[in-house]
């Protein structure tokens, strides 16, 4: 038996596995067998053989922002020529165009822009929702806390629940790079802690908003601060179960890796296979979020593929338009039928999703005149 084996018949078995042991397996190279591993516990939450994905659009209304994070090709500094806010119907047709193809989600982010008053984002919301029926799944932690500071003084839950009420629906994960304080000091410096993207997210679940977690690596951390992110978004996971409050909290897991190309910090692409061991490790650790979400973003659409056995049960988003990683110089684009192919070459069955992943269409022999009809429109 390998020094492994244990750690991961206990995780199969539905056991926890510690931050000593989740350290242990990013030392060992078994990749094929983490992933053996992470596959199994994927099927206990979803037996079928189903992917999901979900047809959604990024929309990064600014590009404005004052954290300067060392890692970001897509930011100006406030007062750049090459900064930008987009009007409101500049956002309003993109927003119709996704919906002219049976789009179901916004994803709206970009920089923390400190000219941005906080009834920008309240009465964006309310205009987008006055005029279009779609989920807004939108504002990363780091935005919500610029919005905290130029709100004239309201307390973080009141600027989520006013965002709530005109119109957000649920929030990304986007931010939390990795969720220790020294990581976040080399990368990162003006973003904020660990715990201030944390009780973000802890408040929005508080009231009875969801939301997704991320995770980046290859900024140098420690294989123990990987093992402390994941403990740390499991124990934001554990108090919203905990505490009862209404709302599933972190619907989904995703994480990629960092892409060096354009940005004051240099170094080393991660592999694939490093890709694919830590989404196995994840998937191993947090047994208490149900979704895993694939990085072919990143990653590229054959690794996306291999990421279907290696724990991920959602193909995640079409991506109709994305700025922030191309700016890094990584520029993986699928269409609905690529998708649709991509799923299927990995031994699955493709089915569309929306934001909470319920399930919209499934792409089977059944349902082919529908699927023939979302190919034809996109």
Known sequence: ?????????????GNRISVEDCVRLYESDQIEKMGHAANLIMLKHHPDPITTFVIGRNVNYTNIC????????????????????????????????????RGTEILMQGGTNPDLPFTYYTN???????????????????EIMKMKEVSGGLTLEEVIRELHAAGLDSLPGGGAEILDDRTRRKISRLKGSWRDWMDVMETAHRIG????ATMVIGFGETFEERALHLLRVRDGQDLCIANGWNTPGFLA??????????????GEKQTPEAYLKNLAISRIMLDN????????????????KQSLHYGCNDFGSTMIEEN???????????????????????????ATRNTKYEILHVFDDVNAKVEHDFVMQN
């Open 66 to 101: 004052d954290v300067y994070c060392r890692f970001c090709a897509f930011y100006r500094a406030p007062g750049s020529k090459e900064g930008y806010v987009l009007s409101d119907e500049t956002i309003f047709q993109k927003i119709q165009e996704t919906l002219d193809v």
């Open 124 to 142: 964006l919301l309310r205009e987008i929702k006055k005029r279009f029926n779609i989920t807004m799944h939108s504002f990363s932690p780091a």
């Open 289 to 304: 979020i149900p979704n895993f979400q694939s990085s072919w973003v990143t990653m590229g659409p054959e690794v996306g």
């Open 1 to 13: 038996m390998s020094s492994i084996d244990h750690i991961l018949e206990q995780a199969v078995a």
């Open 253 to 266: 897991f995703i994480s990629w890796t960092f892409q060096p190309d354009n940005t004051n910090m240099k």
């Open 324 to 350: 922030v990683v191309s700016a890094a110089g990584t520029t993986h684009k699928v269409n609905i039928s690529s998708t649709l192919q991509l799923i299927r070459e990995a031994g699955k069955i493709p």
């Open 209 to 212: 908003m969801h939301s997704t």
